[in-house]
C-alpha cells in the first residue's frame, strides 16, 4: 500500500468578515448594586464597567449566534453556504448535547456544515480563530464560521458580591477562509490548571440533582470567581503571552494598529498595555465599559465595535489575546478584515 491520499488547503488562512449581536437589555450598576451592597463607583473603579448587557428571553444562544454569523457573513461576501464548518465557544449553552453549532449551523442554512463547540471560556473565541485557520490551511474546512456567544446572565448569582457585576450576554462570530496573504499569524495559548479552580461553575450537576444518599441542592450551579488571583494573574502572566504572540507573528508593537484584549477588566486592560509598552497611537478596545464581560463573545464584539465606528480599518494588524477560566489562555496576531 502507497499510503493514505493526503489533502492541502489554501497557503494562508484569514479573517473575512466580523459580525456581532449585542443582547438588548440595558443594566446600569444602579440597578445591581442594592443586592452585593456595593455602589456604581466602586464597580466604575475597580472594573471600568458602566453598564452591561443581558439578553431578553428570546436572544437564546442559537439566536444571538445566528445573527451574529449573518453578519459576519454579509461581510465576507458569502453565504451559509459557503459554510463547510461552525465552531461555537460557549460556557452558557446549557443543553450538555447536542452541541449549539450544529443548531446554529441547521438556523443559518449551511449544507449540513461540520458544527461543534468547544469549551475555553473567555479563552474561546482565540482558540476557535487558531483552529479554523489551520482547518483551512490544512485542507479540512474552505470556510470556517467561528463564533463567540455567552448568556452568562442565566449562570451569574446576582447575589454574589465578587462576580454579579462582570457578566454579561451576547455573540461575536467571524469568518475564517483562504487568503493571498497570512491573515492569521501563530497562536500562542496554553493553560495553568493548577488555578482551574479560580473560576469555575460553583458546583457538579450531579449535586444540583442530588443521589438517594444525598439530597440536592436545586440551585442553579452558577459561574463564581476568585476574582483577585485571576487580575492578578492576568495582569501579570498575559501582557508576556501577547509580547510571544507578536514575536512569533514576526512583528512588534511599533508595527500595531489595534489591541483587543479580553474584555474582563479595564485595570487589566491598561496594566497589559503598559507593561507591554504600547505606542500611544494604537488603539486600544475598551468596549468592557458599556458591554461588561461577556466571556467567548467579548474579543468579537470589541472588535466589531472598532471596526463599526471606524477606529479599526480593514488591513489594519491587530493582537487578540483572551483569558479565563481554566486557566487558558490565547494571543494572535491578524489583519482586521
Ligand atoms: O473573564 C474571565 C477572567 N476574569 C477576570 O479577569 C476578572 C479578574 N478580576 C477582577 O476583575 C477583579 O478582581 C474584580 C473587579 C472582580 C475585583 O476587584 P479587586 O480589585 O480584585 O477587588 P478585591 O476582590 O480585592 O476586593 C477589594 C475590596 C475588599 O474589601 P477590603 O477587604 O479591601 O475591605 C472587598 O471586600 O472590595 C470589597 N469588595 C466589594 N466592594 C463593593 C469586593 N466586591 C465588592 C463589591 N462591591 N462588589
Keep these: 500500500?502507497?499510503?493514505?491520499?493526503q489533502q492541502r488547503g489554501a497557503e494562508h488562512a484569514a479573517i473575512l468578515g466580523v459580525g456581532a449581536y449585542r443582547a438588548s437589555r440595558v443594566v446600569p450598576n444602579a440597578d445591581i448594586v442594592e443586592a452585593i451592597d456595593s455602589s456604581d463607583e466602586w464597580i466604575q473603579q475597580r472594573s471600568g464597567i458602566k453598564e452591561r448587557r443581558f439578553a431578553e428571553p428570546h436572544e437564546t444562544i442559537t439566536m444571538m449566534s445566528v445573527e451574529a454569523s449573518r453578519e459576519a457573513l454579509d461581510a465576507a461576501g458569502l453565504t451559509a453556504k459557503d459554510i463547510d464548518c461552525v465552531i461555537v465557544a460557549t460556557v452558557s449553552h446549557l443543553l450538555q448535547t447536542p452541541a449549539a453549532a450544529?443548531?446554529?449551523a441547521y438556523e443559518l442554512g449551511t449544507d449540513r456544515a461540520a458544527a461543534f463547540d468547544i469549551s475555553a471560556a473567555c479563552a474561546g473565541f482565540s482558540h476557535g480563530i487558531a483552529m479554523a485557520a489551520?482547518?483551512?490551511?490544512?485542507g479540512s474546512s474552505r470556510h470556517v464560521l467561528v463564533i463567540g456567544v455567552e448568556r452568562l446572565s442565566d449562570i451569574t448569582d446576582m447575589r454574589d458580591r465578587g462576580s454579579a457585576f462582570i457578566f454579561a450576554d451576547g455573540a461575536g462570530a467571524a469568518v475564517v477562509g483562504p487568503s493571498d496573504v497570512p491573515g492569521i499569524g501563530p497562536v500562542v495559548w496554553g493553560s495553568d490548571g493548577e488555578q482551574f479552580d479560580l473560576i469555575r461553575q460553583r458546583e457538579d450537576w450531579r449535586d444540583v440533582v442530588g443521589s438517594p444518599e444525598k439530597p440536592g441542592s436545586g440551585v442553579m450551579p452558577h459561574l463564581v470567581m476568585q476574582g483577585n488571583p485571576v487580575f492578578r494573574w492576568a495582569s501579570f502572566t498575559m501582557a508576556k503571552v501577547a509580547i510571544e504572540a507578536l514575536d512569533r507573528a514576526?512583528?512588534?508593537v511599533d508595527d500595531l494598529d489595534v489591541f483587543v484584549p479580553h474584555q474582563a477588566n479595564m485595570r487589566i486592560i491598561d496594566a497589559m498595555a503598559r507593561s507591554m509598552k504600547l505606542p500611544p497611537d494604537v488603539v486600544i478596545a475598551r468596549d468592557i465599559a458599556e458591554q461588561g464581560n461577556s466571556s467567548a463573545a467579548s474579543i468579537p464584539l470589541?472588535?466589531?465595535?472598532l471596526?463599526?465606528?471606524?477606529?479599526a480599518k480593514s488591513g489594519d494588524t491587530a493582537l487578540l489575546i483572551a483569558f479565563?477560566?481554566?486557566?487558558?489562555y490565547a494571543a494572535q496576531v491578524v489583519t482586521v478584515p
Design 1 to 5: 500500500m502507497s499510503g493514505l491520499t
Design 102 to 104: 450544529t443548531a446554529v
Design 134 to 138: 489551520d482547518l483551512v490551511r490544512g
Design 250 to 252: 514576526g512583528i512588534t
Design 302 to 305: 470589541a472588535l466589531h465595535r
Design 307 to 311: 471596526i463599526d465606528e471606524g477606529q
Design 324 to 328: 479565563g477560566a481554566g486557566l487558558a
